[in-house]
């Protein structure tokens, strides 16, 4: 497909287990940003990368919170160790060709409920 | 984080009805983008603006980027009811470390048939 996709769509966690989820980029897009969407919220940055490099991890909340493009395409974002306090959709948005792009494109979200 | 506020938080329209809403910073942007979300669904783009005043229009939408790169304003036309869902603003702001977007509160729309 043309767009950005990530799996899994829907994730139940247990508090204390780590997750794991993927993002697919747009081909050829430089950047990748992940967000998080509390319910009834805008989307909150978490962490930027610009080919491999992870360029801007401010919005992380914790340091349980870790994300890597290790070749500059597919990202995951990790999440050690779940609180409840996790729950929410996690959104991975890329942009480019080059490094001079505005427009960001969303995949559909990765839903995680921590119980 | 910081929320950009948008007004109003939600609204029913009749169909047909042309719909305003708008979204106020206390900080300055380079670029504001208008997303739609649909449930269970990501924010699909709408509109960018890249400059202060800049008047564009995509289809029945019309986005405006205020003069003091403060504010945005949306306006949809002859509304449908496709048009319902969850409309966000986003500013964005270079600052050489990348071009991370601000999100709004949302404006949810509720179309009555």
């Known amino acids: 497909g043309a767009g950005v996709s990530q799996s899994p769509r829907y994730k139940v966690a247990k508090r204390g287990q780590d997750v794991a989820l993927r993002c697919d980029p747009i081909?050829?897009?430089?950047?990748l940003f992940w967000y998080q969407q509390a319910l009834g919220q805008g989307p909150e940055f978490l962490t930027y990368?610009?080919?491999?490099?992870?360029?801007?991890k401010s919005g992380l909340p914790s340091d349980r919170f870790f994300a890597e493009r290790p070749e500059g395409s597919v990202s995951t974002l990790k999440i050690q160790r779940t609180q409840q306090e996790d729950s929410a959709v996690y959104l991975c948005?890329?942009?480019?060709?080059?490094?001079?792009?505005?427009?960001?494109?969303f995949g559909p979200g990765t839903r995680l409920t921590v119980t | 984080g910081q929320q950009l506020n948008q007004s109003p938080q939600s609204m029913f329209i009749q169909e047909g009805e042309d719909v305003s809403m708008n979204c106020t910073s206390s900080?300055?942007?380079?670029?504001w983008l208008w997303y739609k979300q649909d449930p269970g669904e990501g924010p699909v783009l709408l509109i960018a603006?890249?400059?202060?005043?800049e008047l564009t229009s995509n289809g029945r939408l019309t986005a405006q980027f205020g003069i003091t790169r403060k504010d945005s304003f949306l306006n949809i036309s002859a509304s449908i009811p496709s048009d319902v869902g969850i409309y966000f603003c986003?500013?964005?702001?270079?600052?050489?470390?990348?071009?991370?977007?601000?999100f709004g509160t949302g404006t949810q729309l509720k179309v009555e048939l």
């Open positions: 603006l890249y400059k202060a005043g």
């Open positions: 948005a890329s942009s480019g060709p080059g490094t001079g792009s505005y427009e960001q494109y």
């Open positions: 900080s300055i942007f380079n670029t």
């Open positions: 990368f610009q080919n491999e490099a992870q360029l801007d």
């Open positions: 081909s050829g897009h430089v950047s």
């Open positions: 986003a500013g964005q702001l270079w600052a050489g470390g990348g071009n991370k977007l601000t």
